[in-house]
């Protein structure tokens, strides 16, 4: 997850070299830049937990239930509760955000690294 991701920051910067000059020209710091960059993956991130959250409530004890019963273990109380599914989709929600946020900033990488050619381009066609 972790590589795609990062695949993907590294992509949408490459993309936006010349809108991140613009809105450094027009004032926006790096940390707002980064930001935006980092609230850019919220939506599927969020959506996609939401999905895989509801998803496990269903199906992550039957599965328990069906490999424990494999090794033998007919009657098992283990279950996974709902509450803890929430809080691991919360944490993950949390984790990718912040990620991407670092992935933003990383030197050679990140958006300060972008804007840093944009002050010294004499011309558009030199930062482009």
Avoid: W
Wanted: charge should be positive; glycine fraction near 8%; hydrophobic fraction near 50%.
């Amino acid at each position: 997850i972790l590589f795609v991701l990062y695949l993907l920051v590294k992509m949408l910067l490459n993309n936006k070299k010349r809108d991140y000059g613009i809105l450094k020209a027009l004032g926006y710091t790096t940390r707002q830049l980064v930001l935006q960059t980092a609230l850019s993956f919220m939506p599927p991130i969020i959506i996609s937990t939401a999905a895989g959250v509801t998803a496990s409530a269903f199906v992550v004890n039957p599965i328990i239930a069906l490999f424990l019963g494999g090794i033998g273990v007919v009657k098992s109380t283990f279950e996974v509760s709902i509450l803890f599914n929430v809080i691991a989709g919360a944490g993950r929600i949390l984790f990718e955000l912040t990620t991407t946020e670092r992935f933003s900033s990383m030197k050679g990488l990140g958006i300060s690294y972008i804007c840093q050619f944009s002050k010294h381009a004499k011309n558009q066609a030199d930062f482009i």
